[in-house]
């Protein structure tokens, strides 16, 4: 079986209901919806690692986002980016959250920090955006 998944294969109609009952924050099941409605792949995996249980969240520091991105890559962290490490390269960085030392960091190095929904209205097919979780 190969690593790729097709588009439907993450979430299915009835999974979005059960994120509604499970999720208390509107922007989120907003974000989840929008990017569901989306048959791209890599939205569709957005979504799903975006409707994980809050224990299962996905958080990066910016030193991976250094260690693994090349310059002026296009990231999106389904997740939060936290700002333990340091980082030299310009990236624009769009994540569900960033913690204050992570936006600066991002920033101080020319990048941009921006959210998952402004990244998806950029970039609608997904071209050249990697996912970090």
């Not at 799903?48 to 958080?59: D, Q």
């Amino acid at each position: 079986m190969s690593g790729f998944a097709r588009a439907g294969d993450f979430m299915k109609k009835a999974d979005i209901e059960k994120v509604k009952a499970r999720k208390e924050n509107p922007y989120l099941i907003s974000l989840i919806e929008n990017l569901r409605k989306d048959k791209k792949p890599i939205w569709q995996k957005v979504a799903y690692e975006l409707s994980k249980p809050r224990r299962k969240k996905v958080e990066v520091n910016v030193s991976k986002l250094e260690q693994y991105c090349a310059d002026g890559s296009q990231i999106v962290v389904p997740g939060k980016v936290l700002g333990a490490g340091r980082i030299t390269r310009k990236l624009i960085v769009g994540a569900f959250a960033f913690s204050e030392s992570a936006r600066k960091a991002i920033e101080s190095a020319g990048g941009k920090a921006i959210s998952i929904e402004a990244l998806y209205k950029n970039n609608q097919n997904g071209k050249d955006i990697t996912i970090i979780v």
